[in-house]
């Protein structure tokens, strides 16, 4: 998996606040900080490069006489642009969690704003980003997609611009048939059904969407002469309680309907995102525990009150 900005993804991964400043430039494990003529600007936009990205391990999918590696990440946006070399270093950068050979990788980009002036770099923006290139094959040319080349559904409308979710996945080509029987590999032989949008947020959905959702993306894989069905939820999840457990058992109504349709096939589903996932402790495990914010009161324990649950460090 490959961590976010904004917010840092820890071992479980779990969303942690990240103390950042905005303009401060982050060194990820393996990486060197890029140079400033390297970020990349665009109007009504930032880069990304200001915020801490941290990488994750690969979620590996058993099954089918092998191991199929798949690389997700994620990243919370918050009007700032991402690029190629952002996405490229995300990618690879990292010595345990690189996305090198792998059998699928996936990119979920949450508030990312949609433009005239930024289109036309957002497009490809994964499949440019990947080294061997050659090897894979991206939703992003299918022809179904809202915007040529451009995997994203509009999560909420704002003036003056509209926020989009985005889902880029790259499927390495050992690992697809030509289902079409066309004489050709090409999007529609592995991605079944174009990405959707679905589990939105039931809080204040009555005149607009609330913008918290699960955006899905329908692989299919051939593996040693088998066929496995894997289900991608890139989530953004609402910070109620109440509204999140919703959505969660929106998704659970979601794969138990794959199953019973497809009650022979193999079918994986990976979740991953801005689950909003808060963890608790009880005090006993204070002295084991560090603040994640650079708070005073939290780092000389005066969140562990008697009645009080200690933060979680990471």
Aim: aromatic letters at 4%; a negative charge; charged letters at 25%.
């Amino acid at each position: 998996m490959g961590g976010g900005a904004s917010k840092g993804k820890d071992k479980s991964g779990n969303s942690t606040p990240a103390a950042v400043p905005e303009n401060d430039i982050v060194k990820k494990e393996g990486s060197n900080p890029p140079r400033n003529d390297e970020v990349k600007s665009q109007p009504e936009t930032k880069s990304i490069i200001s915020h801490t990205y941290e990488p994750l391990n690969p979620a590996l999918i058993s099954g089918a006489y092998r191991e199929l590696k798949v690389w997700l990440g994620s990243l919370q946006l918050e009007r700032k642009l991402p690029t190629v070399k952002i996405v490229e270093r995300l990618l690879y950068d990292s010595p345990t969690s690189s996305a090198h050979d792998a059998d699928v990788i996936a990119l979920l980009l949450t508030d990312l704003i949609v433009t005239e002036d930024t289109i036309d770099s957002l497009q490809h923006l994964l499949y440019n980003s990947i080294r061997d290139k050659e090897n894979y094959i991206s939703n992003e040319d299918d022809r179904a997609l809202l915007f040529a080349h451009l995997p994203v559904q509009q999560a909420r409308h704002s003036e003056p611009s509209q926020r989009y979710v985005f889902l880029a996945v790259a499927v390495h080509r050992r690992n697809v048939e030509d289902v079409n029987n066309d004489g050709s590999i090409d999007p529609t032989d592995c991605f079944t059904v174009p990405i959707y949008l679905t589990c939105k947020s039931s809080r204040t959905n009555e005149v607009a969407s609330h913008g918290k959702a699960v955006i899905v993306q329908e692989v299919g894989l051939h593996c040693n002469d088998k066929y496995i069905e894997l289900v991608l939820l890139g989530a953004t999840f609402d910070e109620d309680d109440e509204a999140r457990r919703e959505q969660l058992d929106t998704v659970a109504r979601l794969l138990r309907a794959r199953h019973r349709h497809q009650p022979d096939r193999r079918m994986c589903a990976l979740l991953w995102g801005d689950l909003h996932h808060r963890l608790v402790a009880p005090l006993d495990l204070t002295p084991y525990l560090r603040p994640v914010l650079d708070d005073p009161a939290a780092a000389s324990g005066a969140h562990a009150k008697k009645g009080h649950q200690a933060p979680v460090g990471t």
